[in-house]
């Protein structure tokens, strides 16, 4: 059933929400398909890992909203695993893996990466970790990587930690920042937070009317951010021990 879902969806005109460089409205090519299929279908469930459902949290907010940073500390004051959807997409990429040669060639071509196949790479990456707690940085990215999270890990998050900032502020991060980054400049940041506040904020407003939305307030440096994360995740029961990265 599942390989039937992701065969069809790499066939149909692709959503703006998935990782991409260029739009495009072309099919995969029939074989490339195929091959997609089986790769990413192939080996589901056996890579290992604990069966134990880890403490899940989505990290949301804004381009600039400094997401990143947070979920670094995070990571290393609350013993957190930090997956990136893009990270997981370029290290599969860089791996030279035929997997990450069939996605390469999909970007290339301008086409985009199915959230089925994102998912994929963030549950094997969960289970190779073998983290009982887990942050999921900047996915879902729309409603629709939402729904195949849900459907294909089996689960909701525990939380979502939602980093509020103001839009000027971003903008203000964001051109500040010394990266080479060709796509920081304000047309393209303007463009950014558009595309983020259509696709995202309905993810937000979902989970809110689920009682899971922790929001923050990212104005300030990441230090004084840092506090209001600290409490947030002090006061949660992530483990036996109430010291922060104390274990379940």
Not at 30 to 48: I, M, P, W
Not at 151 to 164: A, K, L, Q, S, Y
Request: glycine fraction near 8%; hydrophobic fraction near 35%.
């Amino acid at each position: 059933m599942w390989r039937r879902r992701l065969g069809a969806l790499l066939l149909r005109s692709p959503p703006s929400c998935h990782w991409r460089l260029v739009p495009s409205e072309e099919p995969l090519p029939l074989a490339l398909n195929n091959h997609l299929v089986n790769l990413f279908t192939s080996q589901a469930g056996s890579e290992g890992g604990h069966n134990e459902k880890p403490f899940i949290a989505f990290v949301l907010g804004g381009p600039g909203s400094g997401k990143g940073t947070q979920c670094t500390k995070i990571a290393s004051n609350f013993g957190f695993a930090h997956l990136s959807a893009g990270d997981l997409l370029r290290h599969e990429i860089s791996s030279g893996s035929e997997k990450g040669e069939l996605i390469l060639e999909i970007i290339k071509e301008g086409r985009i990466v199915p959230s089925e196949i994102t998912v994929e790479l963030i549950r094997k990456a969960m289970e190779m970790s073998n983290a009982r707690k887990v942050l999921i940085d900047g996915f879902p990215r729309c409603e629709e990587n939402r729904i195949s999270f849900e459907r294909i890990i089996g689960t909701e998050p525990d939380i979502v930690v939602f980093f509020d900032c103001y839009e000027d502020e971003m903008v203000k991060r964001l051109l500040s920042r010394n990266q080479g980054r060709v796509d920081d400049n304000i047309e393209t940041i303007k463009k950014r937070l558009k595309v983020f506040e259509s696709l995202n904020i309905p993810v937000v407003d979902y989970y809110s009317s689920r009682g899971k939305v922790h929001k923050i307030n990212a104005t300030g440096t990441a230090d004084e951010i840092f506090e209001a994360v600290r409490k947030l995740f002090s006061s949660l029961r992530l483990s036996s021990s109430t010291e922060p990265g104390g274990d379940f």
